[in-house]
């Protein structure tokens, strides 16, 4: 895995056809509102999610957006032991987001899950993917590149009783 810049997210999202707004959220289209919205995702099944998002191991960044400042909270502690275990001693002001190749899947679980104990606000994108997810205080959005993607992926996610929202996350986009 690589750690990277902001800027360098930027690039990569870009390069996969994932816009950024202005407030520094991401989306597919405007034109395309679709997500799934579960409410207090259970990170005892992290991995399922992982595998509902990724069905085949690809690349994906993950990515933790700006915090007024890391405190230590053992989340913090946590999420700084795996980072310095891989190698990745720069701050996470500096590199918030971390690039995992289709190898790396147990790392990206081990990175996502984190965000999902402590809602953190954080994205999940795979590469070539249809759709990405976000995870923030007690709700996991599934932001997807339309309403057959949103579709497919509710029937994959039909156990957690995912809910087709088309508001929640998008009201981020403008604030």
Same mark, same amino acid.
């Given at each position: ?26 989306? %597919? ?39 007024? !400042? ?6 913090d502690?946590? %999420?700084? #032991?795996?980072?310095s275990?891989? #190698? ?14 289709p ?7 081990? !990175?996502?899950?984190p ?30 590149? #339309?309403?057959?993607?949103? !579709? !497919? ?16 996350y %998008?009201r981020?986009?403008?604030?």
């Amino acid at each position: 895995m690589r750690a990277l810049s902001h800027d360098d997210a930027l690039v990569w999202c870009e390069a996969h056809s994932v816009r950024v707004s202005s407030s520094g959220h991401l989306y %597919f289209s405007l034109d395309a509102a679709h997500s799934l919205l579960l409410n207090s995702p259970p990170a005892a099944h992290a991995d399922d999610l992982l595998r509902a998002l990724l069905p085949q191991p690809r690349e994906a960044l993950f990515w933790i957006r700006p915090r007024d !400042a890391w405190s230590e909270s053992p989340g913090d502690k946590l %999420f700084r #032991g795996l980072r310095s275990a891989w #190698g990745i001693e720069q701050p996470l002001a500096e590199k918030p987001a971390l690039l995992f190749q289709p190898d790396e899947q147990p790392h990206l679980l081990a !990175a996502f899950l984190p965000a999902l104990l402590f809602g953190w606000d954080a994205y999940l994108i795979p590469a070539a993917a249809s759709a990405f997810a976000f995870s923030s205080r007690d709700v996991l959005c599934f932001v997807t590149r #339309g309403a057959e993607a949103q !579709a !497919a992926l509710g029937a994959t996610l039909h156990s957690f009783s995912p809910q087709p929202d088309s508001s929640w996350y %998008f009201r981020r986009l403008h604030s």
